[in-house]
């Protein structure tokens, strides 16, 4: 895939992932911020409600008891009468009907002691309505009038009632406010009210008079702005006396946030669903052109390991044609040999593509015998000592290990540590020097290849046991080879169930360490 291409399509993805993440949170915000103003607004009602049930019950509770004093009273102070007659006469049939509106006052003067208060008496009106309904019934035959006449009495509550209020709303202005109402009392109708609306939120509350604190409070209440609600209550505007009934929902955002914890948590998992979705594809999408660049880099490794075996074996194909050299046995012999090597090069690199794909098929037998590490180590140091000599290197052996006896496929972990040999020629830029070291940990016999090569980075260290990772990357022909030397040592040692591990420092060499289990 081209890499502006590639770019982009990253740039679409990640843009529209953070999209749809803007949009998850714009809608939770304001989502929140109009539960938030209906829980306010939700609130404020309750409180009014709260305040008119208050004053309702104390007025209720009262008048019924005044009611109560003025159905046993027997001699009103005063009596006042007054009284409307009206006749209305039918023309057809000569009957008349005479109406009477009567309104009867009693005053009474009740004790005050009902309110609890220091004023000795109440004057009160006892106020009924007397209606009289008189039906004359004319008979012409018997020259005689027939009366019917119908009398009603009923009590003006409405008017007494209003009287009443009116009266008291003063007269109780002067009783202490822990005698008017109780905490219990506004606890249960604000529950109710809350109760009414779908509200379980808690609260504290406290009732204030002119800002100073009343005994009527809750113990946890705690007068903060954020959180609280204010509402009057026995507001008297004729003595200027009034209370504030202050509610603190001190669980305000859980409950607000509570209304949307469903829908918040399915837009988050959503939101988690796409996000591991993109994060999946994006890993995809650079796995995928990792692959390609490493199929090229292989691709253009195999065809260069190649190349010059069978251009060499060209070279001394055509030699041979050469009259003289076909005279000489010696030149022959030198040609043949150098067809024999390169094709036995090109031969072992098929191998190795071959044992990987086997390995990852798990098609690869590997029956296991007992072997004593130490000689394989020399089996495999003769396998490179040569190339070693030739560029003026060394190979120095310090087996200290006492017990040696492993179970292990020999010609497999003869191929791991000729691999790891051949790395420390590869990756050495002068003259190879190597170091091997055996030593026996616990039940293991653990065996160590030092190197002073050109080392590797971190980054490189976690990548080296990769297939087709090479050190450098790339099509770069200054390191033979095709990046699948490290994997098969690993693969083959995952097999024996060993350990291995590398230790480098870049410019100063690297360490290979392999952990075999003894056996007796």
């Known amino acids: 895939m081209d890499k502006k291409l590639f770019g982009l399509l990253i740039a679409l993805m990640t843009l529209a992932l953070l999209g749809i993440i803007f949009v998850q949170w714009y809608w939770i915000s304001n989502s929140y911020q109009s539960k938030e103003s209906q829980f306010v607004t939700t609130v404020r009602q309750v409180l009014l409600d709260t305040a008119d049930e208050i004053e309702l019950r104390e007025a209720e509770k009262y008048f019924e008891m005044y009611n109560d004093l003025l159905r046993e009273a027997e001699n009103p102070e005063n009596v006042t009468f007054s009284e409307l007659i ?22 009474f003067k009740l004790s ?45 509550k409405p008017y007494e009632r209003a009287q009443f209020e009116d009266a008291f709303s003063n007269i109780s202005a002067k009783i202490p406010i822990h005698r008017r109402v109780t905490a219990n009392d506004i606890s249960t109708i604000i529950n109710d009210e809350l109760t009414l609306r779908g509200i379980e939120s808690k609260f504290q509350f406290a009732i204030y008079s002119n800002d100073l604190g009343t005994k009527v409070r809750t113990q946890r209440f705690d007068l903060d702005p954020e959180t609280t609600f204010r509402v009057s209550l026995f507001d008297n505007k004729d003595l200027n006396i009034g209370y504030q009934l202050y509610v603190n929902f001190y669980e305000q955002e859980r409950e607000v946030f509570g209304s949307l914890i469903g829908m918040t948590i399915l837009s988050l998992l959503f939101t988690t669903v796409i996000f591991v979705a993109f994060y999946s594809a994006l890993s995809q999408l650079f796995k995928q052109r990792q692959i390609s660049q490493i199929k090229n880099d292989f691709i253009n490794n195999m065809t260069h390991e190649f190349k010059t075996p069978i251009a060499t074996i060209n070279l001394a194909l055509d030699a041979l044609k050469n009259p003289k050299v076909k005279a000489s046995d010696e030149f022959t012999g030198k040609y043949l040999k150098m067809i024999r090597d390169e094709n036995h090069r090109m031969h072992e690199q098929v191998e190795n593509v071959l044992r990987i794909s086997k390995l990852d098929k798990n098609e690869l037998d590997l029956p296991k015998e007992r072997y004593d590490l130490h000689d394989i180590i020399e089996d495999s140091i003769s396998h490179i000592e040569l190339i070693v000599d030739d560029r003026g290197g060394y190979i120095n052996s310090h087996l200290g290990a006492l017990k040696t006896n492993v179970l292990v496929n020999e010609s497999h972990i003869t191929n791991v540590i000729v691999n790891i040999l051949d790395n420390a020629v590869k990756y050495s830029e002068d ?18 290849i030092r190197d002073q090569g050109m080392g590797m980075s971190k980054a490189a260290l976690k990548k080296i046991f990769e297939k087709f990772y090479r050190v450098p990357t790339g099509d770069i022909h200054n390191v033979k080879g095709h990046g699948l030397g490290l994997s098969y040592v690993k693969r083959i040692l995952d097999d024996h169930d060993a350990q291995v591990s590398v230790e480098s420092d870049q410019g100063k060499g690297s360490t290979f360490i392999i952990k075999l289990h003894l056996i007796s």
């Not at 002691?113 to 019934?137: C, E, H, P, Q, Y």
């Not at 190879?432 to 160590?448: F, R, S």
């Open 86 to 107: 009206y006749r209305i006469g039918n023309g057809k049939s000569n009957d008349a009907h005479i109406f009477s509106d009567g309104i009867l006052e009693e005053d």
């Open 431 to 448: 003259e190879p020097k190597i170091d091997i070291y055996t030593e026996n940990i616990k039940n293991y016999v653990v065996l160590k």
């Open 112 to 156: 005050s002691s009902f309110l609890d208060t220091d004023v000795d008496s109440i004057l009160f009106k006892r106020i009924t309505n007397k209606k009289v309904k008189t039906k004359i019934l004319k008979d012409i035959d018997a020259g005689s009038n027939r009366v019917e006449k119908t009398e009603s009495f009923s009590r003006l």
